[in-house]
């Protein structure tokens, strides 16, 4: 049994080496085999080279700049696609218009070797190393799929192996050349300003992009004064309209960009392979930011966000719920951002080889912006972080860094705090969350407000807190809470006398401060009415023991 095992595999080995050997030097790997190409043309000229992707791709370009499509057509796999060489030629021409209007070029996957081996790329890279027969020159923007633009090596019986632009793509360029083609504008324009001009444009393009960038300006002007006339009122459509004005007047402009772009007129790819994300990025963010606006407007609405009222003591639900809104508030913004980012980075074809070689080539750019975005990063992360865990919310009373304030709002990067004397505090919101703070809002709405004076050792405490007693009967009871909590202690004493601490009962802490004052300035004035009266009550001290 092993010896029939061994012998019938060495019978399948000697079977399968003649089959490799003409694998080996067939050249089937390495070239499109084909029956004949271009069979239709004349002889080859001298002047075209098609022996590497790069010279054929150079090549042909150059010919159709300079209008000599007797060359053109050879680089070109017509057999099959067009009948005559008249054809041929208005195939070569429209191919050469498509490469200059919808196609960037990757120059660097364009080598200049027979086999287009990679011996440039690095050695993670999948084709490293590999001999190709089909090379990627990018894609013709279509619907509802690109259309790749490609070079093969064929080989035709008696022929060198010779680099031409596929029969696929050829039999794509009538298409192509209808969506991509000159408009109907361009073509009644006089032979002058069709030439070429500065950066690869032609003088038609420097032309009319000032009157396009006019243009759209006009509109986005039309659409916000049209809709400020009609969106007169306080009703909520009105409102929305109003909240809409902007991004409506940002989707007009861009509407009418990518109507002079892809309908009036059809640009060079240097302006359209620019112009064309960046109009669809001002139509996603026109959409999104009048979602954002609309949900704004309905957030009004349900959530008022008015100081006085959510200062109020009793609003502690209505603080949690205008905290929790601007936080969702926030999170659709980040992800209107991402969404644009996303329809951005899509249009700009940044999937291709083209735009990972341009990201690539960007790395030390983004470690610079990533580098430079943390702290903002930060920022947004602990105001979620304040809106998840409620340690401040808006309307609050807090005392941060010996300051008495409202939270008035929690944005990305900052907090707007309103100090009592009316001015606004503005802190970056890793600064608040890292500073300890009191949050008097926080606690228990009865809370007891400390007030100490300096007093003379013999000073009576006992007529002051008689005094005190009298104080809280004149002061507003519904700011009071039980006066079973006051209080008046010696907490301290030194040198200079001792110190005397008086608990004020405070029903509300939104105006517990301000009852503290009013009981401060009249203790102050009974202890004076005393000290004129003979009764010893502040210490005697020289400014320097003071000190």
């Known amino acids: 049994m092993i010896r029939r095992f061994l012998t019938i595999l060495c019978l399948a080995l000697v079977a399968a080496l003649p089959s490799a050997a003409q694998d080996g030097a067939g050249g089937a790997p390495e070239t499109f085999e084909v029956d004949a190409l271009n069979p239709q043309l004349g002889p080859v000229p001298d002047r075209v080279d098609r022996a590497t992707p790069r010279a054929t791709v150079d090549g042909f370009l150059r010919a159709t700049s300079s209008d ?45 070797r027979p086999d287009a081996l990679l011996d440039t790329a690095r050695s993670e890279d999948a084709l490293s190393g590999e001999i190709r027969r089909s090379i990627l020159l990018g894609q013709a923007e279509m619907h509802p799929q690109p259309i790749p633009v490609r070079v093969n090596r064929v080989e035709a019986p008696g022929m060198a192996p ?24 361009e073509r009644s324009l006089p032979d002058a300003l069709r030439g070429e001009a500065w950066f690869g444009l032609m003088w038609w393009e420097l032309l009319a992009l000032p009157l396009g960038l006019a243009l759209m300006a006009l509109t986005g002007w039309l659409a916000w004064a049209g809709v400020g006339r009609i969106s007169r009122g306080t009703s909520r ?15 007009a402009a861009t509407a009418t960009a990518g109507w002079l772009i892809g309908g009036f007129f059809a640009f060079s790819s240097e302006i359209s392979h620019i112009a064309d994300p960046l109009v669809a990025l001002g139509l996603a963010l026109a959409i ?44 659709v913004l980040i992800v209107v951002v991402i969404v644009a980012i996303v329809v951005a980075v899509h249009e700009a074809q940044l999937s291709s080889g083209l735009g990972l070689s341009f990201l690539a080539s960007a790395g030390l750019l983004t470690l610079v912006f990533g580098f430079a975005a943390r702290t903002i990063l930060g920022n947004i992360l602990a105001s979620m972080q304040i809106a998840l865990n409620q340690s401040a919310r808006i309307g609050d009373k807090v005392t941060f860094k010996d300051r008495l304030c409202h939270v008035e709002r929690i944005h990305f990067t900052f ?22 703070f009191e949050n008097w809002t926080m606690q228990e709405r009865p809370m007891n407000w400390l007030i100490r004076l300096r007093l003379a050792h013999d000073a009576d405490v006992e ?73 010893t009550m502040f210490a005697e001290a020289k400014a320097s023991e003071a000190a």
């Open 463 to 535: 007529a002051l807190r008689r005094d005190f007693d009298r104080i809280m009967d004149s002061l507003d009871p519904e700011q009071l809470d039980d006066r079973a909590n006051a209080f008046v202690a010696v907490t301290d004493h030194d040198i200079l006398g001792k110190e005397v601490t008086f608990g004020l009962p405070c029903a509300n802490p939104d105006t517990a401060w301000f009852l503290s004052c009013e009981a401060r300035e009249k203790l102050i004035t009974a202890a004076a009415d005393r000290e004129a009266r003979g009764e």
């Open 68 to 112: 000599d499509l007797e060359a053109a057509v050879h680089y070109l796999n017509v057999t099959g696609v067009a009948g005559t060489e008249a054809e041929a030629r208005r195939l070569a021409d429209q191919l050469g218009v498509v490469i200059d209007r919808a196609v960037v070029i990757d120059w660097e996957a364009l080598t200049d």
């Open 162 to 185: 010779v680099w031409v632009f596929s029969r696929e793509t050829v039999a794509e360029i009538p298409d192509i050349y209808a969506r991509h083609g000159p408009s109907r504008l």
């Open 237 to 251: 459509a009105a409102r929305l309209m109003r909240a809409g004005r902007a991004p409506l007047a940002l989707f």
């Open 288 to 331: 999104l930011l009048f979602v954002l606006r609309g949900v704004d407007v309905i957030i009004e609405d349900l959530v008022s966000f008015d100081d006085a009222t959510l200062r109020n003591a009793k609003e502690d639900h209505r603080r949690a719920i205008a905290t929790r809104v601007s936080a969702f508030r926030r999170a």
């Open 415 to 436: 907090v707007q705090l309103r100090v009592w004397t009316g001015i606004r505090l503005i802190v970056p919101v890793s600064e608040f969350v890292s500073e300890p």
